[in-house]
């Protein structure tokens, strides 16, 4: 057989497993794995989306400036019934598996965009329905712009911990985090970040996401992450694949 005919019948070998077997939970022996000591891992972490849209345009979204625009047929945001039910389902699980540590994560889209009083009553909420020995962190992870005063004492108040983007300088965090006009957003993160490194919020300040492009200036953009005093910083690369290269 040539190599093509070699490749031709290996891409017809697997069409033809996808077909069979498409997804292998129809494989799957739950009481047999049981019976044989396995027991499911609980889920600890929890990320809820609550609001699909977002107040910037960045660049390298994988979300709204890449390939896949499925965000466009969803909800622009979680409704009153589907995050209830998630809190509800989230409850039994803890109870069900005598969890004694969940994280929740409020994410997006911009979460902001969900009124920071919904905020609130969502983690009001979550604290409530979790069994008493069970510890809840929850988080946020925002683009910044609307962090204002008011909202930062909200956020602190009902034990949000707020994670904030920003891309290092001003002029790198400006050339891919735009609103959609264009207008970069580095002054308004910046004030949102001096709020929450005063001493009376710190407690809400979760820390910095630093998206640094290839062609970043590494020195300076630590140095500048470095002078908002996060509590924490996870460094990340644009999202990339073998089709779009950073
Ligand atoms: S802030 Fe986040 S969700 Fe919004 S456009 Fe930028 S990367 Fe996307």
Redesign the pocket.
């Known amino acids: 057989m040539t190599l093509g005919g070699t490749l031709t019948a290996a891409a017809d070998a697997r069409a033809a497993h996808r077909t069979a077997a498409s997804w292998p939970y129809t494989e799957l022996d739950v009481p047999a794995l049981r019976a044989g000591g396995w027991r499911p891992t609980p889920v600890h972490d929890v990320v809820l989306k609550v609001h699909q849209r977002?107040n910037?345009?960045?660049d390298?979204?994988y979300?709204?400036t890449q390939t896949d625009q499925s965000w466009r047929d969803r909800p622009a945001q979680m409704s009153e019934e589907v995050w209830r039910a998630a809190v509800a389902r989230l409850a039994v699980h803890a109870h069900r598996h005598g969890l004694t540590s969940v994280r929740v994560i409020l994410h997006?889209?911009?979460p902001m965009l969900f009124g920071v009083a919904r905020l609130g009553e969502l983690a009001d909420e979550i604290r409530a329905a979790l069994p008493a020995g069970c510890a809840v962190e929850i988080g946020m992870q925002t683009?910044g712009v609307l962090l204002d005063e008011a909202a930062v004492h909200q956020l602190r108040d009902h034990g949000i911990l707020v994670g904030v983007?920003v891309d290092g300088v001003a002029a790198d965090h400006d050339r891919h985090?735009r609103a959609p006009n264009g207008r970069g957003s580095f002054a308004a993160v910046r004030a949102g970040l001096d709020l929450l490194r005063r001493p009376e919020n710190r407690a809400a300040y979760a820390g910095i996401l630093c998206t640094v492009a290839p062609d970043t200036d590494p020195v300076a953009c630590y140095e500048q992450v470095l002078a908002f005093e996060p509590p924490l910083v996870d460094f990340l690369l644009p999202h990339a694949n073998w089709q779009q290269q950073p």
């Open positions: 977002c910037l345009a960045c390298y979204c979300v709204y997006g889209g911009e683009n983007s985090r």
